[in-house]
T-cell receptor, first 114, second 114 residues
Framework: AQTVTQSQPEMSVQEAETVTLSCTYD???????LFWYKQPPSRQMILVIR??????QNATENRFSVNFQKAAKSFSLKISDSQLGDTAMYFC???????????FGKGTKLTVNP | NAGVTQTPKFRVLKTGQSMTLLCAQD?????MYWYRQDPGMGLRLIHY???????AKGEVPDGYNVSRLKKQNFLLGLESAAPSQTSVYFC?????????????FGAGTRLSVL
């Protein structure tokens, strides 16, 4: 079974600085997808970024980028120029290609301090 | 567009009572999902549907039933609520298979079973 591990339960960063959230996963498959979701205090889950395993290029979305290391099964999220609105729970998630199922990590609580 | 709407937002039940959570989406999505989120854990898939009239079990289906009589609606039922079902429930939808399409989430329903 696939598993997703987020080893940092909580992190904090100063406004305008850069922070990296870690995620590792375990799978024997080659075709899969990785996601980072943001859950602010409003509880709404919002997709931040998505990476397809067959693509070597790291995904980027404005201030958000990933460092995808397929051999190491690592998928970290870098947030540049952190903003107060980035304060939220961040969940790493995995989906095997062709599957309807998302497997989530336990989340990292990020606090951006002014 | 409203996106994904969950009803109700909060509910308190007594052990043994029944209730139905309603999820409605106005994006003409084929796929719909029900998750539960417990403290210190990521979301776990309860049931999902790949189209009108279809349902399938997810990771934690026991104690729940679902129905997808209309494309835009996905109902989650608890026939005899138990304290272990105290959780926050999220509905999500996507246009087609998860891996290639973004999942849109509702704002969640907080359920307490006493």
């Amino acid at each position: 079974a696939q598993t997703v591990t987020q080893s940092q339960p909580e992190m904090s960063v100063q406004e305008a600085e850069t922070v990296t959230l870690s995620c590792t996963y375990d799978t024997s498959e080659n075709n899969y997808y990785l996601f980072w979701y943001k859950q602010p205090p409003s509880r709404q889950m919002i997709l931040v970024i998505r990476q397809e395993a067959y693509k070597q290029q790291n995904a980027t979305e404005n201030r958000f980028s990933v460092n995808f290391q397929k051999a190491a099964k690592s998928f970290s999220l870098k947030i540049s120029d952190s903003q107060l609105g980035d304060t939220a729970m961040y969940f790493c998630a995995f989906s095997q290609g062709g599957s309807e199922k998302l497997v989530f990590g336990k989340g990292t609580k990020l606090t951006v301090n002014p | 567009n409203a996106g994904v709407t969950q009803t109700p937002k909060f509910r308190v039940l007594k052990t043994g009572q029944s209730m139905t959570l309603l999820c409605a989406q106005d994006m003409n999505h084929e796929y719909m999902y029900w998750y539960r989120q417990d403290p210190g854990m990521g979301l776990r898939l309860i049931h999902y549907s790949v189209g009108e009239g279809t349902t399938a079990k997810g990771e934690v289906p026991d104690g729940y039933n679902v129905s997808r009589l209309k494309k835009q609606n996905f109902l989650l039922g608890l026939e005899s609520a138990a304290p272990s079902q105290t959780s926050v429930y999220f509905c999500a939808s996507s246009y087609s298979r998860l891996a290639k399409n973004i999942q849109y989430f509702g704002a969640g329903t907080r359920l307490s079973v006493l």
